[in-house]
């Protein structure tokens, strides 16, 4: 279930955030997914499937600004929508698909709390992910800062070199001493400091071990099934 803001709403209010996932609904209603800097939320988009209108401007990964209606207990409808930004070299399937494991992750993660040390976050990543030789690198390391931020970062103080139920120990994903390496520099250091130390590193198995920590933590994520290293 996604993170939900707290303390009262307002009838209207103003939003920006990251699209990261659209589910069509009856009579032509939108359902979509955002992450924003004060956490995640869902709203519907009445008659959003129409091929004019609002829906150009909210396809995933796209930055918008937009107003919120909300009234009781039910979703907020989503009333206005501006596109601020979109991000082209996201169309490739594998970048795609890379993608889509990190906003899912956000969303995940994303609770007001932790909300605005994810979303630079997310908008990095996916910057990275479109733009990069290996998109697998940025989201390596966009990842597993999602995952600190969102308070499931690993125990990096053991000895071993395996990654299991967020410690290093004798089981789980193997990453050897240069992955190690490089997952206590993605964690420590700033970002402009840590990429280097992802270079050579194996990221296949520091996506791995990624995947299963999360899920350890938040039970399985659909855009994970798809990827394959």
Known sequence: MAPAYTGKVERYRLEEG???GRKPLPQGDLLLRLVTPRGSLEAVVRKG???TGRTGRLSLFHHVRFQ???KGEG???LTQAELL???HGLEAPRRFLLAAFLAELAYRLASP????RIYPLLVSGLRGIAKH???LLPLVWAGWRVAKAGGIGPNLEGEGLRLKRGRLGEEGVYLG???VEALKATLRLPGAQALPHLEGAPLNRLFLALKAHAEEALGPLRSAEAIGV
């Open 18 to 20: 990251i699209v990261v």
């Open 68 to 70: 919120l209606y909300a």
């Open 133 to 135: 030789e290996d998109p």
């Open 75 to 77: 979703l907020p409808t």
């Open 113 to 116: 709390e932790a909300a605005p």
């Open 49 to 51: 499937q129409r091929p």
């Open 85 to 87: 930004g979109r991000l």
């Open 177 to 179: 001493r240069e992955g």
